[in-house]
């Protein structure tokens, strides 16, 4: 018996309309109907793509009560959408035969999959965007702002975000925050000006099906939709009594519930195939810029996505099986237009794995081609060391210094980051590294951000060192000609084993005879280039990086680049910091604590955010103003000290050093005291307008006090009442936990970019971000790293791996710069 289409588009209907519950028929049940019809002998006019489609449709049917929600939803929008085209085409071929040339409506786009287009110009990954049907010269040049310039680039270009409209529901059953899809008709449409504004079009449609009614507003801001030229056509489009399909979030508004920001369009009746690509579908949503429609980027994916099929999975089979990923042109297509939740889910995953893999290929790839001086283990200075120093290691400090010799031991060259709480005990992490190198017959150098930071340092290791009979020398900006004369030229015969600066070290004329460790305290302080300048001082020597700034889990996890090292263990005696949140009518109560903590013969610190009155900011005091009122007006008994960035690094010494000794009991600063100022004394903390700093900075600001065994206190004053800054104050008083700060502090702002130079700020979408959570994306970092250490070590040129030899080629070059393969 031929196939029916007209029955078995009514029974998609009546399934869509009550439910997806697989109904009861009068002889068969609807998901037995439609596997029995799919499978039945088809008309001579199908096309064999038709044929096979139908026969993988009715095989679904035959699952379908097994199937979900959501997987029985895109099972009928496929039959729907294959009728419909197979409908469509008897009609054209019956026209053509009469004479008749009726014109049809435009068909719907057909179900993204990975095969050929049927469109007799053939788009590959290839083709620039200019070049496709249908974009323009302008419209190409727009796209360019959003880096796309080929079909290749627009196929890498994943959606932030779908929406499922596929849901169809009754009006009777829309519930408020659901997304869903309703058919009906049009009871009453309205498009008029608004009378008390004459640039707002007000749209409005009365929609109804046989469970009940629901109104839709749009509102349109322009004197173009004002035109009555416009509004008369937009009556037209929407008639009484025509069918509609609408798709958008369903919101409680004054009139009852109504669709948000909806998307609609007009059908021939309640049984047509909706050919949006918006309404009636999953959506995807695509990160955007400035004369970018949704329309216009969905557009362009829809008409490159046939290019799918063209591309070669680069990843051995193997590798795959093992790993339990999906094939590459699946992954692209479900990306974008995903079969289901879970075919997303496998896509993302798949396309993760491969940012992952490759970084760690290029990782790899890298390291063998340097050569890593190999430190022959002594311990004869440590011994010493250990004999000199006041304090027992914590665990964690032995843990990661064993970790650092390890690696100072191994085949390629150590690039290690400590990351470390404030007051964790880093230092003399680096100082056991340090001598490890030294004793090995090499130079070392530290390089810290600030002078501040620099003379602390210098001033705890040379103490030690001094007493290990091992020179170490300070080179900054402000050391003397003559002396910074000498400092170079023990550099350069060998003599002199460590070093310790600022960005001083970097500069021409530093030259090392045998670099063979560079360590870089807070090394987000220094650009990429900059600390690479330091590097090429040396023949690929070992590297340490320390960081006190807390490090978000998720971004140093898949830093591909890098072994990270935890110290999370305080030493003991050390007393929780007390941090409260203080509105300005609290401000007494911060003085009267002062007082107190001054009066035991503590002293405290009051930190500005800038140093001068500025345009933009102007409630905001200036350092030295301030100083100058609290010192005359709140705190004439004591002595203030002033410390801001642009003194000179003589009088940074000074001001610290006065404070170091006791002899001022306030000093008021700017944030120049984030890192490297240690006063065990210094137990009270007040950061005024706490809401205009970075969480990560609030937190290295409290790490200057509690470093002594007093009790100690963080006082952030803030005016702000926005829910948001109240909130990342509060994750302040929460937690003294660096790592739970920053990864708060990294939900909040956003991780900016982790390729290129940019290191801040909100950056554009990475196809990870569509993880569930960290625990998905690190699972996936780690089978990711394991794949590319598998391959690299069955065979370090690829060879026998042509295909993903190209594929890393490329991404080589993207991440290192220059060819690597001849």
């Not at 600022?502 to 360590?519: E, K, P, Y």
């Not at 000794?661 to 706490?690: C, F, K, W």
């Amino acid at each position: 018996m031929p196939i029916d289409i007209n029955r078995l588009q009514q029974a998609l209907s009546v399934e869509a309309e009550r439910g997806f519950s697989n109904l009861q028929g009068k002889q068969f049940l609807f998901a037995d109907f439609l596997h029995v019809n799919l499978r039945e002998d088809l008309p001579e006019n199908w096309e064999m793509s038709d044929r096979l489609q139908a026969q993988t449709l009715a095989s679904q049917y035959a699952q379908y009560n097994d199937l979900s929600l959501s997987r029985r939803q895109h099972l009928i929008a496929e039959t729907r959408r294959l009728l419909y085209e197979v409908r469509r085409r008897e009609i054209a071929e019956t026209s053509a035969l009469s004479g008749i040339t009726k014109p049809q409506k435009k068909p719907k786009i057909e179900a993204i999959t990975a095969t050929e287009p049927k469109s007799t110009k053939k788009i590959t990954p290839d083709t620039e965007i200019k070049d496709i049907e249908g974009i323009g010269s302008s419209l190409a040049v727009r796209f360019q702002l959003l880096d796309l310039h080929n079909v290749r680039d627009v196929l890498s270009y994943y959606p932030r975000d779908h929406i499922d409209y596929a849901r169809q529901i009754p009006i009777s059953d829309l519930k408020n925050g659901d997304t869903v899809t309703v058919i009906g008709t049009v009871k009453k449409f309205g498009c008029f000006t608004s009378p008390k504004n004459p640039n707002l079009t007000i749209v409005e449609i009365i929609l109804r099906d046989r469970t009940g009614q629901i109104k839709l507003s749009r509102f349109w801001t322009g004197k173009r939709y004002s035109n009555r030229g416009w509004q008369e056509i937009q009556k037209r489009l929407y008639p009484q009594g025509c069918t509609i399909a609408a798709s958008g979030v369903v919101k409680q508004s004054k009139y009852g519930l109504t669709l948000e920001n909806y998307e609609v369009e007009v059908l021939e009746h309640t049984q047509d195939t909706i050919q949006s690509k918006t309404v009636g579908r999953v959506v995807p949503v695509y990160p955007l810029t400035e004369g970018i429609t949704p329309e216009a980027i969905r557009s362009l994916v829809v008409q490159c996505l046939p290019a799918v099929s063209q591309i070669v999975d680069p990843m051995p089979d193997r590798l795959l099986r093992d790993y339990q990923m999906i094939r590459l042109p699946d992954a692209i297509a479900q990306v974008h237009y995903p079969d289901s939740s879970a075919t997303l889910e496998q896509a993302v995953i798949r396309l993760t794995f491969d940012k992952y893999f490759y970084r760690r290929l290029v990782s790899l790839y890298r390291r063998q081609q340097q050569k890593a001086i190999h430190f022959v283990p002594k311990s004869q200075a440590i011994d010493q060391l250990e004999k000199i120093i006041p304090f027992e290691l914590t665990n964690a400090q032995k843990r990661v210094i064993a970790e650092i010799r390890a690696d100072l031991q191994g085949q390629t060259p150590m690039n290690r980051l400590v990351q470390g709480d404030v007051g964790s005990g880093k230092t003399i992490v680096a100082v056991y590294a340090l001598l490890t190198a030294i004793e090995a017959g090499y130079q070392t150098a530290l390089m810290a951000p600030t002078e501040v930071l620099t003379e602390q340092h210098y001033r705890k290791i040379v103490e030690w060192f001094m007493q290990l009979n091992l020179p170490v020398e300070i080179l900054t900006g402000s050391i003397k000609t003559a002396k910074r004369r000498e400092i170079l030229r023990q550099l350069e015969t060998g003599e002199l084993p460590l070093v310790i600066g600022t960005h001083a070290l970097i500069q021409d004329g530093v030259n090392f005879a045998r670099l063979g460790l560079a360590v870089i305290d807070e090394q987000h302080r220094f650009g990429r280039d900059q600390r690479s300048r330091l590097l090429q001082k040396g023949e690929d020597p070992h590297v340490l990086i320390m960081t006190a700034t807390p490090i978000p889990r998720t971004l140093y996890l898949t830093n591909s680049e890098i072994e990270v090292s935890i110290i999370d263990e305080l030493p003991p005696g050390r007393k929780p910091i007390q941090t409260v949140i203080l509105k300005p009518s609290q401000r007494k109560d911060a003085y009267d604590l002062i007082r107190r903590e001054i009066a035991q013969g503590r002293q405290i610190y009051i930190v500005l955010p800038l140093v001068e009155e500025s345009e933009k900011m102007e409630e905001i005091k200036a350092a030295i103003q301030e100083r100058e009122h609290l010192q005359n007006v709140v705190f004439p008994n004591f002595q203030i000290g002033l410390l801001h960035g642009q003194m000179s690094s003589a009088e940074k010494d000074e001001a610290i050093n006065i404070f170091r000794r006791g002899e001022t009991q306030i000093l008021v600063a700017t944030t120049v005291i984030e890192v490297g100022v240690d006063i065990p004394n210094a137990s009270v903390m007040l950061i005024e307008h706490a809401d205009r700093f970075g969480l990560a900075q609030l937190h290295q600001l409290r790490g200057r006090v509690g470093r002594g065994s007093a009790q100690s206190y963080c006082l952030l004053l803030s005016s702000a009442k926005t829910q948001t800054a109240q909130e990342r104050l509060q994750v302040l008083e929460q937690s003294q936990d660096g790592f739970f700060i920053a990864e708060r502090d990294f939900q909040m702002r956003g991780k900016g970019k982790d390729e290129g130079t940019e290191q801040s700020g909100h950056s554009s979408f990475s196809i990870e971000d569509r993880l569930p959570d960290e625990a998905a994306r690190q699972e996936i970092f780690q089978i990711a790293r394991e794949a590319a250490e598998r391959i690299i070590k069955k065979d370090a040129t690829l060879e026998n791996f042509p295909l993903l030899k190209a594929e890393f080629e490329m991404h080589y070059q993207r991440l290192q710069g220059g060819a690597i393969f001849t």
